[in-house]
Every structure is written in structure tokens, then in C-alpha cells.
């Protein structure tokens, strides 16, 4: 989609309309936002599922995704990552009805760029979309020295080398990379990088780290993320 252009009846170019791409299942949420944000200058896409937004920016591109965490076909935090993924490096609004720290956190933690709990006033969500777009884009967050964990590649870098992560992966080292220094409890690292309601066994947490441990090596981190036994995970970089 990309800028709108608005022109008179004339056909004289007036303004550019900033594009708001905006995915909420909640039919009646996602006609009362699109009209207000309409008539707050954004021409709006809306949809109601993650694969319908992710195959329309196949097409189309946007200023901005305003994006409902818990839709029916996906968690929005999923189709975060996988944008993301792909090189989207727009500014992303989360939408929630969930406000615990671990899962503001969370929303971060994959890319996101700001976090709007339900209910909330059309006022301050129309406030926070005009700051993002004044933000400069973010290529990444420094965990030390060069090594980066970048949300537009979904990746690990260090200079020149790049290690590819999963969305899982991702999650958890943005967790522990977010409170660098600090012991990340087992089931905080669980909450935030698993959907709600997924089953997750200590032995398949552990696995990803082994996995994590295993890139980072390769990156010649290979004591970067230290086990505290009984109680969690630090990293330590």
C-alpha cells in the first residue's frame, strides 16, 4: 500500500495519507478502528485473520500494522516474527486484552513496537501510531559488543557471521537478552515463548537452549547463556 496519495477534486496532490494495515477478529473493534482512523487521515487495510494479513503485504506494503494478538488463526505475535522474517520492518502496534507483564514483555521481545491493552481510548492508540511513525527504524538490539539479535532478519549477528533463529528461539534469547545479567525464571522463559495454553515440558525448554547454545558457539559465545541450576537462566555476554 505504501503512502496513499490524496488529491481535490481537481486532481492537485494534497497530502499523503499514512497506510495503516490493521488485523482484528472483533468484527464491531475492527469497524469502530478503521472508521476512526480513517477519519484521522490513515487509509486503512483491515482484515480479520493473520494469514489474510500476511498474504495482502505480499502485495501491498504499510506505514503501519496495528496488530490484535489473539486472533483464530494464529497468535499476532507469531505474524510479528514472520514479517519480520521477511525484512518488514514497519512499526508494529499490539493489540491485547492480556496486560501481565510477561506478555507486554513478549510482544517487545519479537519485534513489536508498542503494546495498547483493551480497553483503551481511540485518543492515546491514535497518539502512539503518530509517534511511531515519527521513530527511526531499529536494526536491531545489542546484546554485546557486535553481536546483535535482529527482529527484521530474525537473526543473530556477530559483524559478518548471522545465525538464522525460529520464532521459539527468538523469543527466548529476546527474553533473556532484555534482562541482561539477570536469572530469567523456567517458567517466565515458558510464558513468553510459547502461546498461551501451549504444553511445554522442562525437557523441550531445554532443548531450545541446548540449540541456542549451539549458535551461539558458532559465534564464539559459547558461554553466553549460563544455566542457574533450580531456579533458571542468565545471560551472561
Not at 476512526?36 to 494469514?51: D, I, N, W
Not at 523456567?186 to 541456542?212: F, K
Request: charged share 25%; glycine share 8%; with cysteine.
Amino acid at each position: 500500500m505504501g503512502r496513499v496519495l490524496v488529491v481535490d477534486e481537481q486532481r492537485n496532490p494534497v497530502t499523503l495519507e499514512p497506510a495503516v494495515a490493521l488485523v482484528e477478529d472483533d468484527g464491531d473493534l475492527r469497524r469502530m478502528l478503521s472508521r476512526g482512523l480513517t477519519e484521522e487521515g490513515f487509509a486503512v487495510s483491515s482484515y480479520s485473520t493473520g494469514a489474510a494479513l500476511l498474504s495482502a503485504l505480499e502485495r501491498q506494503a504499510a506505514d503501519l500494522l496495528v496488530i490484535d494478538i489473539g486472533l483464530p488463526d494464529s497468535d499476532g505475535r507469531d505474524v510479528c516474527q514472520a514479517l519480520r522474517a521477511r525484512g518488514v520492518d514497519v512499526p508494529v502496534m499490539f493489540l491485547t486484552a492480556r496486560g501481565a507483564l510477561s506478555d507486554r514483555l513478549s510482544g517487545f521481545h519479537v519485534g513489536g513496537d508498542d503494546y495498547l491493552v483493551k480497553p483503551f481510548a481511540l485518543d492515546e492508540l491514535m497518539v502512539r501510531l503518530r509517534a511511531l511513525l515519527r521513530r527511526p527504524a531499529q536494526s536491531g538490539v545489542r546484546i554485546a559488543g557486535e553481536l546483535m539479535l535482529d527482529p527484521a532478519t530474525h537473526s543473530l549477528r556477530d559483524g559478518e557471521r548471522e545465525q538464522p533463529l525460529t520464532p521459539t528461539e527468538f523469543r527466548i534469547l529476546a527474553l533473556l537478552s532484555a534482562r541482561h545479567g539477570e536469572v530469567v525464571r523456567r517458567r517466565e522463559l515458558i510464558t513468553v515463548a510459547w502461546p498461551a495454553g501451549a504444553v511445554v515440558h522442562d525437557n523441550t525448554l531445554d532443548a531450545y537452549l541446548a540449540r541456542l547454545r549451539r549458535k551461539l558457539r558458532t559465534l564464539d559465545r559459547p558461554d553466553a547463556i549460563v544455566t542457574v541450576h533450580g531456579v533458571g537462566y542468565r545471560l551472561n555476554t
